[in-house]
């Protein structure tokens, strides 16, 4: 029904668009292409993919490039010089950049603010070719300096930089294009065509959207600044330190593909002066932001406090990652919980928004599972992403280290706390530190309710006999409700734990791990203190950045000023 509705809708536009030939508002007709996601490749040793990664490689090895700011047309380098190092050698430095001062983000501001209304003019067709054209850069020409970028400034090794920095990337960029395109499509009822005509535009937002993107994937700094690009709006994009070089190509490869000066401004800056400026200009419309949930909750009282300066109720769109878990019923398959909590848990350190970093488990499989997560864990290796062979590598930088490790020590000097597996970490020449797995006895302890965003897994072993009692704790223990996954194989509690589990996760999961959402099939998000849930790579997620314009346009003139029932 759902479908002959929309067919009707669509039916009924291109009727309107052919009769009224009168009509100011043109239909729509975007470019079509199909909705499908870009094939991961394999880098089996020897294929093309991996030989021309492996030059890309040692060629950004041997060089730190440059980075400047970019507003507007103009490159620019203040005497706030930085620069970004590989985390697993922090001694080699990949890229030279600079902060901007609080002059020239107003300076960017001024120029976002003339570019949106220039750019919101031209014809969503024409900015849906742009965003295809870097789409087609990113899978082809630029693939490998994407990934390589990635690998050496965020270590990530091979097979997470290509998911990430490769697939995810261009596929933020063509199916947020193809989500826009099929909302285009949508015009509303005009029941008398011939006396009137409704229809919908999109505009972009008057002003301009701050962007502030992460470390943990490059994808996320495509989107958070492009997505709201492709809707008619003006960035200010302040990229994460730590993703410096990963997010300068993304913007090299957009400007390459036809993205006007102006558009997106590339601008990093140190946080709270960034914050402290975005949030006092009148012109703020957006902020579309990934991070911590601190810088979040300040910002947002930023906002709070200026409103009566600006313009518009400026958006807030925020992301901010979560206490995630793995319930695992007495009836799971023990060899996928243990292979989808090793991969969930320490794949890219578990530094991603989505890893498990809590499970709880009943006490009837503790032997298998405990004996599965330890074979696993005491074969992974860690160590620099150029070695193919390496399972992760490094944590991003010392603050990240530092904090992880203090979770470590923590667990080693608690009675009610037991590492048996990893708890080792040393930042001599990269920052790692081992995956590390800790039983705790009390399901309440910081361990199983603060979010670590690293390689540290708390386990909770409940009795089976206590089985409802412990799935009231997935909700209680924490404020976050981002993603969730369990494990059984019987049908029945499953289905309850749908049911009861429904406020626990905005991506949740049967028989699979906590990480790993497809851009298109598994749109992403969370509530609570997990984020604003907008859902990035899904339908809804481009019309956030939009301020739709609803138009009339009547032909029959208006003759007279009442009604029929006053004549009687």
């Known amino acids: 029904m759902l479908s002959l509705c929309r067919q009707v809708l669509t039916a009924n ?5 052919k009769r009224c030939l009168g009509s100011i508002v043109p239909v729509p007709n975007p470019t079509e292409f199909p909705l499908e996601n870009e094939p991961i490749l394999s880098y089996k040793k020897g294929s093309p993919e991996r030989v021309e990664l492996e030059k890309t490689l040692d060629n950004m090895s041997n060089n ?35 902060w901007a001062t609080p002059d020239l983000v107003k300076k960017a501001i001024d120029v976002a603010v003339k570019a949106q209304r220039e750019w919101d003019k031209y014809p969503f067709e024409d900015r849906l070719n742009i965003w295809l054209r870097a789409a087609d850069l990113m899978a082809n020409k630029y693939r490998q300096e994407l990934n390589a970028a990635t690998m050496l400034g965020q270590s990530k090794t091979v097979i997470q930089a290509e998911i990430d920095s490769a697939a995810e990337l261009i596929d933020f960029f063509r199916m947020h294009g193809y989500f826009a395109k099929e909302a285009l499509k949508y015009q509303p009822l005009s029941p008398n065509s011939k006396e009137t005509l409704n229809s919908l535009r999109f505009r972009g937002m008057d002003g301009f959207v701050a962007a502030i993107s992460p470390f943990n994937f490059t994808a996320i ?22 993703a410096l070089l990963s997010n300068w190509w993304i913007f090299k490869i957009c400007r390459e593909a036809g993205v006007p000066p102006g558009v997106v401004n590339f601008v990093p800056c140190e946080g709270p002066v960034f914050g402290d400026t975005i949030t006092a200009s009148p012109y703020l419309s957006a902020i579309n932001f990934t991070g911590s949930v601190p810088t979040f909750n300040h910002l947002w009282a930023q906002v709070g406090q200026n409103l009566q300066k600006y313009k518009n109720y400026p958006k807030l769109i925020g992301e901010c990652g979560g206490k995630n878990y793995h319930f695992v019923h007495a009836s799971a398959d023990v060899k996928s919980v243990v292979n989808g909590t090793i991969r969930s848990s320490f794949e890219f350190n578990g530094q991603k928004c989505s890893a498990c970093s809590r499970m709880y488990v009943p006490e009837s499989l503790w032997s298998k599972i405990k004996e599965g997560l330890l074979s696993i864990r005491d074969t992974l290796k860690i160590g620099d992403v150029r070695d193919f062979t390496m ?20 667990a080693k000097k608690s009675s009610n706390l037991e590492i048996i597996g990893g708890g080792k970490y040393d930042d001599s020449h990269g920052y790692f530190i081992d995956p590390t797995i800790v039983v705790v006895n009390n399901p309440k302890d910081k361990m199983m309710t603060e979010e670590i965003f690293g390689p540290v897994l708390s386990i909770y072993v409940y009795k089976d006999s206590e089985l409802d009692a412990t799935m ?7 404020p976050y409700a981002l993603t969730g996954s369990i494990f059984a194989q019987d049908e029945n509690w499953a289905r309850r734990a749908l049911e009861e589990f429904k406020y626990t996760a905005g991506n949740f999961y049967v028989n699979d791990k906590s990480t790993g959402s497809v851009v298109g099939q598994q749109p992403f998000g969370g509530s609570r ?12 997620y481009v019309l956030r950045w939009t301020s739709p ?5 009547t032909f029959v003139p208006l003759r007279e000023y009442n009604y029929e029932y006053m004549k009687s």
């Open 13 to 17: 536009s291109q009727k309107i668009g």
């Open 64 to 98: 730190c490039e440059e980075v400047p700011l970019i507003i507007g047309e103009e490159e620019i380098k203040t005497t706030l010089c930085r620069y970004q190092v590989m985390p697993h050698n922090h001694k080699v430095k990949i890229a030279k950049y600079y």
């Open 221 to 242: 700094g495509g989107n958070l600044s492009y997505t709201p690009a492709l809707m008619g709006n003006a960035v200010l994009w302040k990229p994460s330190d730590t």
């Open 391 to 410: 399972f992760t590598g490094a944590v991003i930088d010392a603050t990240a280290f530092k904090r992880i490790s203090g979770y470590i020590e923590y």
């Open 472 to 478: 009231k704790l997935v909700e209680s223990s924490t």
């Open 529 to 540: 203190m997990s984020g604003t849930n907008d859902k990035a790579g899904g339908p809804h």
């Open 549 to 553: 314009q609803s138009i009339k346009e």
